[in-house]
């Protein structure tokens, strides 16, 4: 069966602390794909990353960094000297090559970033 | 701006009544997804259409429908509102069928059922 958990439902850090998100995942398909998606205050949903099952390179993109680990079936997403424009409801996805794409969820992560 | 357009922004109802609501894909996209966002369901996927065929089902009700027209939009129709039906409604789309692709997401329609 598929599923993302999110076991942090809120956090809350001073600016400048670092955070991590973390992720855990299960599928029993080889090719799969995980995503971070980013939710502000406004509501939309704004994408952030795509992991394919095959490549377990870490990622850092400015201040965000990603760390996929097979092993531990998990995928945590770091941000680095945190800011209040980061404040928001943080999911992660995960999509299996053969289900046609839809995107199962996480229940989200709050994050808190207070100047 | 993600480039897909969700009409209206917000929709207030009453039980038992019907509502569609209504997605532009981004240009060249031709798969649409619908989910629905709920304080107690969380982000759930609710179905996928690809070039006008239903592709893929997830934990939509019987009182809910969707269909995605030759110009690619689609429209996602509720009916028999119940007050649980209130939620934030998100219309995705992305340029493939399967898994991996990125997918767009529109602003949302607000959905209170009253």
């Known amino acids: 069966a598929q599923k993302v958990t999110q076991a942090q439902t809120e956090i809350s850090v001073v600016e400048k602390e670092d955070v991590t998100l973390d992720c855990v995942y299960e599928?029993?398909?080889?090719?799969?794909?995980l995503f971070w998606y980013k939710q502000p205050p406004s509501g939309e949903l704004v994408f952030l990353i795509r992991?394919?099952?095959?490549?377990?390179q870490n990622e850092i993109s400015g201040r965000y960094s990603w760390n996929f680990q097979k092993s531990t079936s998990s995928f945590n997403f770091t941000i680095t000297a945190s800011q209040v424009v980061d404040s928001a409801v943080y999911f992660c996805?995960?999509?299996?090559?053969?289900?046609?794409?839809?995107?199962?969820f996480g229940q989200g992560t709050e994050l808190s970033v207070k100047p | 701006d993600s480039g897909v357009t969700q009409t209206p922004k917000h929709l207030i109802t009453a039980t038992g009544q019907r509502v569609t609501l209504r997605c532009s894909p981004r240009?060249?996209?031709?798969?649409v997804y619908w989910y629905q966002q709920s304080l107690d369901q969380g982000l759930q996927f609710l179905i996928q259409?690809?070039?006008?065929?239903?592709?893929a089902k997830g934990n939509i009700l019987e009182r809910f429908s969707a269909q995605q027209f030759p110009d690619l939009h689609s429209e996602l129709n509720l009916s028999s509102l119940e007050l649980g039906d209130s939620a934030l409604y998100f219309c995705?789309?992305?340029?493939?069928?399967?898994?991996?692709?990125?997918?767009?997401f529109g602003p949302g329609t607000r959905l209170t059922v009253l």
């Open positions: 995705a789309s992305s340029v493939g069928l399967a898994g991996g692709h990125e997918q767009f």
């Open positions: 599928t029993r398909d080889t090719t799969y794909y």
């Open positions: 992991r394919n099952s095959f490549d377990e």
């Open positions: 996805a995960l999509s299996e090559y053969n289900q046609g794409g839809k995107l199962i």
């Open positions: 240009s060249g996209d031709l798969s």
């Open positions: 259409y690809y070039n006008g065929e239903e592709r």
